[in-house]
């Protein structure tokens, strides 16, 4: 298998879906922004500490290792905001997750949402602000809103195995 890199909003299923799938397809599964964390504490730590940016230098980081690695990828929904982390997404398989507000807010952790804690309807204005770079950086979208998680893992095998 090729590396497939899952992007979208944050609260689309990246996590939940790359982790199940790298399992089912035996394959490394990583998340960005785990390892940014492992590596350099809390992300909501280093948004208060060192602002944004900084924060996005540590993900381009984690990306480059991450594809280098191979596997699944699930990616920070920021991820697309760098030029350099498109460039580094082309010539691999990547899932734009698409979903909305309606099934992301009543299920995500807001403190651990540095971008959200204080204004969680920031979610949408964050999501129309990001969404044709989603589109620009994938070969495919897979709505996750409202759907099992049985059901999504079934539709991103068919879109690996294509």
Do not use: C
Request: glycine share 10%; charged share 25%.
């Amino acid at each position: 298998m090729k590396t497939l890199i899952l992007v979208g909003p944050m609260g689309s299923g990246k996590t939940t879906l790359g982790k199940r799938l790298a399992k089912e397809l035996g394959v490394q599964f990583t998340d960005t922004d785990k390892l940014v964390a492992k590596t350099h504490g809390s992300i909501t730590k280093i948004f208060e500490v060192h602002g944004e940016q900084h924060f996005r230098d540590l993900e381009h980081i984690a990306l480059t290792e991450a594809i280098k690695a191979g596997g699944v990828i699930a990616t920070g929904g920021g991820v697309v905001l760098r030029p350099e982390n498109l460039a580094l997404m082309k010539g691999h398989s990547v899932v734009f997750l698409d979903t909305a507000a309606e099934f992301v807010l009543g299920k995500i952790n807001l403190e651990k949402r540095p971008l959200l804690k204080d204004n969680p309807e920031r979610w949408q204005t964050i999501y129309d602000e990001r969404k044709k770079l989603y589109e620009e950086a994938a070969t495919a979208t897979l709505f996750t809103g409202g759907a099992s998680v049985k059901a999504l893992i079934k539709q991103l095998k068919d879109l690996v195995e294509q």
